[in-house]
């Protein structure tokens, strides 16, 4: 049984969207030359998420956007945490509803996502942002 | 310290709603003799998710439907990506706001669930499918 | 490769409320000795969740508590589940859109929390309770 690490970064070049890095994750595994095991997906950030998507057709990531910017207003008059602008307390908001983890088994050498799921990099700042993502695999 | 895994089939008899497969789960657990390690279930679709909830009391889950029912309103006007009718995108961002696996750990030869915890297939869509869930365990 | 597991206690003495264990977590992860590994972290409960976020600034969780009170409100006509009183089908609800599990990797013998990570357990119940979490670490 063996472990395998690495960080990656993931450039949310147009700010609030989401960014897919399924491509760079499956490299990675296959350099590890892991077959069978676990592959874990960390993002060190808590106004950024990791969401496993439809990544066919693109309106499903604007409506998920639209829904999320519906849901969670930026600049809610609610919110108390405003240093970073209107968007930074529902960049957490956003974040506490997703995920900032993923797990992903792997077999015959490659993350077992199904033929319509892609790995994104969900960045809800405005702003662009250098995301660091951790990338862990056990196995053999 | 070993790994197995394995490709389980969920059918949503009734479309959407909760499946329950805590047996299935525990009885792979089982068979693979791993005593202490750690368990991943994983969902290959994008509009379907895993959910470990209240087992005891079926009113739970009919309140969990209600209430996302009411929050992400299935042919939203909002949504564009409607193909495949007014829960396609709905069904994706429910998939979203909750979780396609779930990582329990296992010890005494069977995953650490609570008293009340039983783990679950929500089915998003309308339609009855058949659902993939990979299961992984890694152990000894 | 070498694993270890632990079961810890969280008081959640106020009640509704999130209540950090980073140091906890930290101090076991080193009692360990294992460097490199993935550590899961799962609570056997339905109504607290698990959550990593921002742990500067306690006005961010004051702001997310607001919005999930918004959000999911206690005593909400459409729930038929309040055997337990008005925060007990909300606290299953809020823990269904939050986690009740959270996998992060070790290197360096620590977990890799980014800068303002804080890993925290949510109650959702207004009356305290002993929240009972178990931590399983694999690696060498």
Redo the contacts between chains.
Sequence with gaps: ?R?A?HQLTVFSSQGRSLYEFTRELRDWVSSTDIQ???L?V?????SASL????NA?P??R???E??LA???PDG?P????R?EGPDD?SA??R???????????V?GGAP??????GVFLYEHRYEPQRR?V?L?L???
């Design positions: 049984m472990q690490h069978v095991g676990m874990t960390f993002i060190q950030h808590t969401l496993i998507q439809e057709d309106t499903v604007a409506d998920l639209r829904f519906r849901l969670v809610d609610i919110f108390q945490h240093q307390m957490h908001v974040t506490a509803l997703t995920q900032i983890y993923l797990v992903i088994p077999v077992v996502l199904g033929t319509w799921q660091k951790l862990h056990i196995g053999e």
